[in-house]
């Protein structure tokens, strides 16, 4: 199974990735750079991903707007999607959970390494 790094910024991405590594985790892993990009992979591959680390402050489609996408079709509806986002106020927090009350996680950056490998362990087949 692999996880799933959609963030805009590919030293983001490549952050997230190592400190997985780090952590033990050594899962594939896939990447996109928007929420558009995200949702072409995400349909193509979505049987094999087992969990979706996402940040918020996307171009094109945002970090909200692909979740709604996912939630909506019963085949992705079930992937754990962990926000790992910039927008660490309490009111962002709200509005993740309101889009998606089964969020897995809320991780904020700068990204406390045991946070996100917290995060993501449970999620792992």
């Not at 995200?38 to 969990?51: F, H, P, Q, V």
Request: neutral net charge; charged residues 25%.
């Amino acid at each position: 199974m692999k996880i799933f790094v959609i963030d805009d910024s590919l030293l983001e991405r490549k952050l997230i990735i190592g400190l997985l590594k780090k952590g033990g985790i050594t899962q594939e892993t896939l990447e996109a750079s928007d929420g558009e990009e995200a949702l072409k992979i995400l349909g193509l591959n979505y049987k094999e991903i087992c969990c979706i680390l996402l940040d918020w402050q996307m171009p094109k489609v945002n970090g909200l707007e692909f979740m709604q996408g996912v939630l909506k079709v019963e085949a992705t509806s079930a992937i754990p999607i962990v926000m790992v986002t910039a927008s660490g106020s309490d009111e962002c927090k709200k509005q993740a959970y309101q889009v998606n009350p089964k969020l897995a996680g809320y991780v904020v950056k700068p990204i406390n390494p045991q946070s996100l490998i917290d995060s993501v362990l449970p999620h792992l087949k």
